[in-house]
């Protein structure tokens, strides 16, 4: 059976390289409204990106940057057939010893090359695939030059990403707010194809409904109801394209009472019935507006090589130095 457990959620953040930084590649179609805890950079290797976060909207494509706040809610959704992100996390920890403000900064745009100056746009870019070329290469030493490469994103981020200062009772509350909601979030992706009701989320949280309610259609722009069948849907779809299970099996799975949900919101995104859904099978773009999650997380050699078809890395042309030596 293939059950949720399988699916890869990429926020889940390990840190296992370099301490308190992570990078990988992954060609995505779309990830559903999420946070985490580090700050996210992305940059987009192939096709074209939408963002959408609680207060932007926007499209990034090739070679363009993105940056995340931490715990900050966003969705990632490719417009092409398929989209390869480079994905760099940074615990807000990361350079604190030497830069303490870093944990208290708040960018006030995820637009990260639009509102850099071209030239400094460019050598953000070109820092962003040093990264990513360093780590999956992994040479010796290559955790000294990640560490460099990201000090300097930063510094370009610093200068030219508008951004402000959180004041302590600032980050204070919206900390203990940020906490409430990942815990609300985290107990849903681990029991949504159980019965799930706003009433006992409140009470867990010793919170009215018609707080969580609002709490909830305020922070992810949708309500309750409609975060959890998203999910129960996407679930749904894996199961139909994955096994050979029956309808009433699949919505019992994936949480629905019925078949009538699935077969409703099959019609409305695909204008297909389950059979014809199951026979078919459907573009990415289609997916992709449908909200189906589709991840492919590539190993280091395949980013490495990925990488390779976009950019010119100097150091491949460089003379091999001795073991040891930069």
């Not at 966003?74 to 940074?90: M, N, R």
């Not at 259609?217 to 749904?236: C, G, P, V, W």
Request: charged share 20%.
């Amino acid at each position: 059976m293939y059950g949720k457990q399988e699916k890869k959620e990429y926020e889940k953040i390990s840190h296992t390289h370099v301490s308190n930084i992570n990078f990988f590649l992954i060609n995505l179609t779309y990830r559903s409204p999420h946070l985490h805890h580090d700050f996210e950079i992305i940059q987009v290797i192939e096709g074209t990106l939408h963002v959408t976060t609680l207060t932007e909207d926007f499209m990034i494509g090739p070679g363009e940057i993105a940056l995340f706040n931490p715990d900050t809610f966003h969705s990632l959704c490719s417009t092409d057939s398929h989209c390869i992100l480079l994905v760099i996390q940074a615990d807000p920890s990361f350079c604190s010893a030497h830069y303490p403000a870093i944990q208290h900064i708040q960018f006030d745009t995820a637009n990260a090359t639009s509102s850099t100056p071209f030239q400094e746009a460019l050598d953000m870019i070109q820092v962003c695939f040093n990264l990513g070329y360093n780590y999956c290469n992994s040479a010796v030493g290559f955790e000294l030059r990640c560490v460099s490469d990201l000090y300097r994103l930063f510094s370009y981020f610093i200068l030219y990403v508008p951004n402000h200062l959180e004041k302590e009772s600032e980050v204070f509350h919206s900390k203990e707010k940020e906490r409430r909601l990942t815990r609300i979030i985290n107990h849903i992706h681990q029991h949504y194809t159980e019965k799930l009701t706003l009433s006992k989320l409140a009470e867990s949280e010793n919170l009215s409904m018609t707080y969580l309610s609002h709490l909830f259609k305020d922070t992810i722009n949708m309500s309750f109801q409609e975060y959890l069948n998203s999910l129960r849907f996407e679930h749904a779809l894996l199961l139909l394209k994955k096994t050979d299970m029956s309808v009433t099996e699949i919505c019992l799975e994936s949480g629905f009472s019925d078949s009538k949900y699935l077969n409703k919101r099959l019609k409305s995104v695909y204008n297909l019935s389950v059979k014809e859904f199951k026979n078919a099978n459907p573009s990415l773009d289609k997916i992709a507006a449908g909200k189906w999650e589709e991840q492919l997380i590539y190993s280091p050699k395949e980013g490495l090589e990925i990488m390779r078809k976009h950019h010119h890395f100097d150091c491949d042309v460089r003379p091999v130095h001795r073991k040891g030596h930069f």
